[in-house]
């Protein structure tokens, strides 16, 4: 789907007008984001395609992340979908994993060790290993799905 139709669905389950009186823009700059894209290159491109070439631009992913935060989920990476040495890389993927996790244990536990209770600057960090953890786990999981560690016959 094109991110002028993802606009154009989210438009319309408030309304063009309301949409753009919210934004504080003009109806018909949202009518045009809800379109094809000029070849002009103009100054109407829409948002999604503006943060796509961001990302594009800067290889830096927390605009990504920063956004599925906004939407109460989380950004992860689509893996690799091939792999040279199933055995080995079943276990790196594996062994991956089980560091993630134990790095996300240690910092709970070096947390409370100090003061019993887990702070503002703690919780911080926290959150980014169970962010790495979860990034990892599904990109196994999806590897999984895609049969990447199947047998090639």
């Known amino acids: 789907m094109h991110s002028y139709e993802i606009l154009r669905q989210a438009a319309d389950k408030v309304g063009v007008k309301a949409l753009a009186a919210d934004l504080r823009l003009s109806p018909a700059l949202v009518y045009k984001w809800c379109e094809p894209a000029d070849t002009d290159d103009s100054g109407t491109r829409n948002p999604l395609d503006r943060v796509r070439d961001i990302v ?74 169970w962010e790495q953890l979860k990034t990892t786990a599904e990109s196994f999981v999806v590897a999984c799905e895609k049969g990447v560690y199947r047998q090639k016959k």
């Not at 939407?71 to 790196?92: M, R, Y």
Request: net charge negative.
């Open 56 to 129: 594009k631009l800067t290889g830096d992913l927390d605009v990504v992340a920063w956004l599925c935060n906004q939407a109460n989920g989380f950004f992860v990476h689509n893996p690799v979908a091939d792999s040279k040495d199933i055995d080995d890389d079943l276990l790196q993927s594996t062994q991956h994993m089980v560091k993630e996790f134990s790095d996300l244990l240690n910092e709970v536990s070096r947390s409370v060790a100090d003061d019993g209770e887990v702070g503002a600057e703690e919780a911080q960090r926290i959150r980014r290993e």
